[in-house]
């Protein structure tokens, strides 16, 4: 039979196609890995991976174990947070996987809390787009997600935690700039810039491009919120973006401004997000009701989910 070590080495043999790059990520050497993955053939008796000098690639075959070792591996996990339960409450490492449209504008306010409030936790963060992470979730590579609701997956537990309203953020010499709000109809025909495709953000700029009669700058996408912040800087049109980063970023940039829109303001809703039969999941409602306590008490630009 396959050891779990041995399917450890398939899986990241799948998912980084290069033996050095595998073997640095389960730590062990080149020849250990590659040994062990021909003992797991062997043991099988089929070809997983075909070798060259030039590239590694899997076989079919060698592909749907490697998936198949990524859903035994996961439970394997989800049986050592099991035990770990019963030892204490939110302690070990959590991997947390947040977009980098939230994480660095969202982790400063919680982190400090957590790391205070329980020394024994540890938070592995990654930061990704959202696909990436989704997948991430599915396969075990991440335990729960900081991400924009909903989403859809029959094996998916979410928990709402905070609206965050969308700002429009404009050139200091904007017309804008001179109002202390902003009107939707002041949005008609302006050209709002936003991040390229993939990003949740992206999706949601262009239905509200739509509904205010604004273009939405397909040349110019940014691939950062602080991209966005420059050419809107640099006079390249208007943004739409979230109010923990014009907390963190905008206010301090004189060459932009940012007007909250009066009617029906835009807000993402983000939430927490991990894999419906976790046994870890009466902790990520435990962390959840800590991060609304976070946010209520700390940041006054977000809405806090009840």
Known sequence: MPTLQQLRYLVAVAETLHFRRAAEMTHVTQPTLSGQLRELEERLGVQLVERSRAKVILTPI??????????VLRDVQDIVDLAKQGHSLLGGTIRVGVLQSLGPYLLPHILPKLHQSYPNLKLYVREGMPQSLLNGVDDGSLDLLLFPLPVKGADLQTARLFREPLLVVAPSDHALAAKETAERADLKGETIMTLEPGHRLHDQVKELCEQFGAKLALDYEGTSLDTLRQMVGM????????????????????????????????????????RRHSARQEEYLTLAEIIRGVLKERVSEVTVAQ
């Open 235 to 274: 006079g390249m049109g208007v943004s739409l973006l979230p109010a923990l980063y014009v907390r963190s970023e905008v206010q301090q940039d004189d060459q932009v401004v940012a007007r909250a829109l009066r009617s029906r303001p835009p807000f993402r809703m983000i939430g927490m997000i991990w």
């Open 62 to 71: 060698g592909k749907e174990i490697a998936g198949r070792a990524r859903t």
